[in-house]
């Protein structure tokens, strides 16, 4: 995957990079991936599943801690944008930007981390893609605080205080399922989350025997849950569970019980749609596991790739334009199957593709679609101390 550094040379290359910052090595440094949603958009929230992969790119955290009470953080791809703030007045919106979501961490543990931590972040998880960059950075600097403060945190400690993080102090309203794929997923898998009970189980994913490959295309137009639609669909969702009854909507058992929300108000016809694609996508999660499990083709998961982007623009209404033009791109260059990924409002999509034509449908798709970046995905391992 182009771009991508072995652990062993990142580690590398952010030990110097923070060596060189703060004038002395790092107590350690940690590691986090993107991910790409196989299926399961906007189910998270809503009590469904979902099937993630982590990617090879990476978040690096390399951190040491410190005894004078600030936390001081740096990152390669914000120079300039560095935040020092006294942990005593960590609080949402200090520091803002990208400072925000390890400082949304180590606020968590303010009495712990109360000597203050020196934290240099560095990573290859393209920003704005829809690639879950937010929480590769806070998984990684997760694991850098739990293990420089001797917190003992299991995996679902990481993941709750990651995704406290991204909700609280960030303010972005994003479910568990970012955070749960940076910390659960294994090479060689998918990650099936049940985000109702969070138990879990991994999928055997092995496109290569098959002969295919998982093709991300970014876009190019970046979005960001903070400031997105993103939000406002949750609430939809929120309203109609409440309309219907239920704590969530993928407890309904089916979409018969959806009519009920057509109330003759555009806003009625509104949640209906919204409903609709949450309880279809959910049944679609179900269906493509059952096919990996079964051990059936994988190009039989390409149609239930691309109704659920049908899905996504015509009932959720968090496609855009860029997408819709990279999916479709890909489907007439041949691909099994494709959708956008992620929150929606930009970011990427992944098209299902024979192996020996990535090329073909990469070319076709930066033709068609103007789209720059495109990456072949191998899932691979999650969060790790690298050194």
Request: net charge negative.
């Amino acid at each position: 995957m182009s771009g991508v550094l072995p652990d062993e040379e990142a580690a590398a290359g952010a030990a110097e990079a923070f060596a060189a910052r703060f004038g002395a090595a790092p107590e350690g440094v940690w590691a986090a991936p993107g991910r790409v949603n196989v299926i399961g958009e906007h189910t998270d929230y809503n009590g469904g599943s979902v099937l993630p992969v982590a990617l090879p790119h990476t978040v690096r955290a390399a951190a040491a801690r410190r005894d004078d009470g600030r936390l001081v953080l740096v990152s390669a791809q914000h120079p300039g944008e560095d935040a020092d703030v006294a942990v005593a007045d960590l609080a949402p919106g200090t520091p803002g930007g990208w400072a925000g979501y390890p400082a949304g961490v180590v606020e968590q543990v303010r009495a712990a981390a109360a000597g203050g931590l020196s934290l240099l972040v560095d990573g290859d998880v393209p920003a704005g893609a829809g690639l879950s960059s937010s929480a590769a950075l806070e998984c990684a600097v997760a694991l850098a605080v739990r293990d420089l403060l001797g917190l003992g945190w299991g995996p679902d400690d990481l993941v709750d205080v990651a995704r406290r993080a991204e909700n609280d102090f960030v303010g972005a309203p994003t479910g568990i399922l970012d955070q749960s794929a940076s910390v659960l997923c294994t090479a060689g898998h998918a990650l099936h989350l049940d985000t109702r009970d969070r138990s879990w189980d991994q999928v055997p994913l092995d496109l290569e025997a098959a002969g295919l490959a998982l093709l991300v295309v970014d876009s190019g137009t970046t979005h960001s849950h903070a400031e997105s639609g993103y939000g406002e669909r949750r609430r939809q969702c929120e309203e109609a569970a409440r309309r219907l009854g239920v704590d969530y909507l993928c407890d309904l058992p089916g979409t018969d019980a959806l009519a009920a929300l057509d109330d003759g108000t555009d806003e009625g016809a509104v949640l209906l749609r919204r409903a609709w694609h949450v309880v279809t996508e959910d049944a679609r999660v179900a269906e493509v596991v059952d096919l990996l499990r079964a051990g059936a083709d994988p190009r039989g998961t390409g149609p239930v790739l691309t109704a659920g982007h049908a899905s996504l623009r015509d009932d959720f209404e968090v496609s855009v334009p860029e997408l819709d033009a990279v999916v479709e791109a890909a489907l007439a260059a041949g691909a099994y199957g494709a959708r956008m990924v992620g929150g929606g409002f930009g970011g990427s999509a992944v098209a299902l593709v024979d192996a020996g034509a990535v090329e073909a449908v990469s070319a076709a798709v930066a033709e068609r679609a103007g789209a720059p970046r495109s990456y072949v995905v191998v899932p691979a391992a999650g969060a790790r101390r690298l050194q």
